[in-house]
């Protein structure tokens, strides 16, 4: 359970975001979760709404985009969304293939709009 | 409406303080291990287990972490190597800067294995960078064997999958081949050895692959 700290650490980014804009307001979040992030999107979404309750933020909308793993294969060079942990290549059958995404734990825009 | 794109890694800081870590890990060619389990695997017995086998003229030192307690690092200081526990306070995961305070005090120079052993948890300490090298999982077969599946951040993460407790295998229902499948569906080829820190069967395959992994270290310092 450390998405608390998580969404600490989000609003931290996004106050800082708010601050160089004077006379604009946050009305939208956006983040990126990787399905190997290890971080829980009901949780994020619990503790932010819990942090951001009366402050500025109180109304701005948290959008998460989830990311699942995408490995490449080094043989046919075929990139393909890993789905129930299958990461051999569709299309050549290699077993051993790179992850290429899927771990992303990012915040990836903010939206300000005048108030 | 005005949007702002970032891109920004939520935990920047901490990979920050991390890369810093892994720099100096590497000037002072020291191997670091986070060793990361579910709480009662046996991170601390194997790490009993590893300290009671080295040579009294080891550079080995562990820090120990928990959310209370430093019960884990007196049970880790009767072996005569530096050992220093960690208190997260209520924090479920060790962070980069915990081991950077850490170590503070310490003479890397004097050091060439670092064992790091995290909170019993196999979600939050997969997100956290340490600086380490590698990180080890550690599975009993008092578990499922299905925690691959279930926790699967953390062994796709991990180079060496350590499964405990082997002595208990013919009193519990668990399938050694099933586990050792679904850690390979997450992570393919994934390193595991089937170990006993109680009776200390495995454990010569264990002190082979740490020996292997300095000098596999060491080699990559070397390149780089």
Same mark, same amino acid.
């Given at each position: 359970m450390h998405e608390l700290s998580i969404a600490t650490l989000v609003l931290d980014a996004v106050n800082a975001q708010a601050n160089l804009r004077p006379g604009m307001r946050v009305s939208r979040i956006g983040m990126r979760l990787g399905d190997?992030?290890?971080?829980d999107a009901d949780a994020l979404t619990f503790c932010f709404e819990a942090l951001v309750?009366?402050? @500025?933020? $109180?109304n701005a909308a948290l959008e998460i985009e989830r990311r699942p793993q995408r490995n490449t294969c080094p043989r046919c060079e075929t990139e393909f969304t890993v789905v129930n942990y @299958?990461? $051999?290549?569709?299309?050549?059958?290699?077993s051993s293939t790179r992850s290429v995404s899927g771990d992303e734990l990012e915040l990836a825009f903010v939206e300000l709009e005048e108030p | 409406m005005n949007r702002v794109p970032l891109g920004q890694k939520v935990l920047k800081e901490n990979d920050r303080i991390a890369g810093e870590l892994r720099e100096r890990f590497a000037e002072h060619e020291i191997l670091c291990l986070n060793l990361v389990s579910s709480p009662g695997a046996g991170k601390t017995s194997l790490l009993e287990r590893t300290l009671e086998s080295c040579a009294p003229g080891d550079r080995v030192a562990v820090l120990t972490g928990d959310i209370q307690t430093d019960n884990d690092a007196v049970r880790l200081a009767r072996f005569g190597f530096p050992v220093k526990q960690i208190t997260t306070g209520g924090t479920c995961h060790l962070e980069a800067r915990m081991i950077e305070k850490a170590l503070a005090d310490w003479r890397l120079q004097d050091i060439d294995l670092l064992l790091v052993e995290n909170v019993g948890n196999l979600v939050c300490p997969s997100s956290y960078d340490l600086g380490e090298a590698a990180k080890v999982v550690i599975l009993s077969v008092?578990?499922?064997?299905?925690k691959p599946l279930k926790y699967p951040a953390m062994f796709f993460r991990s180079e060496l999958l350590v499964l405990n407790k082997i002595d208990l295998l013919p009193h519990v229902p668990f399938d050694v081949a099933r586990a050792r499948a679904y850690a390979n569906q997450v992570h393919p080829g994934i390193e595991i050895i089937e170990l006993s820190s109680l009776t200390g069967e495995g454990m010569p395959k264990w002190r082979d692959w740490l020996d292997s992994r300095r000098k596999s270290h060491h080699n990559s310092l070397a390149t780089t």
């Open positions: 190997l992030s290890g971080v309750k009366e402050t @500025e933020l $109180a @299958e990461s $051999a290549c569709p299309a050549c059958g290699e | 008092t578990e499922g064997e299905d």
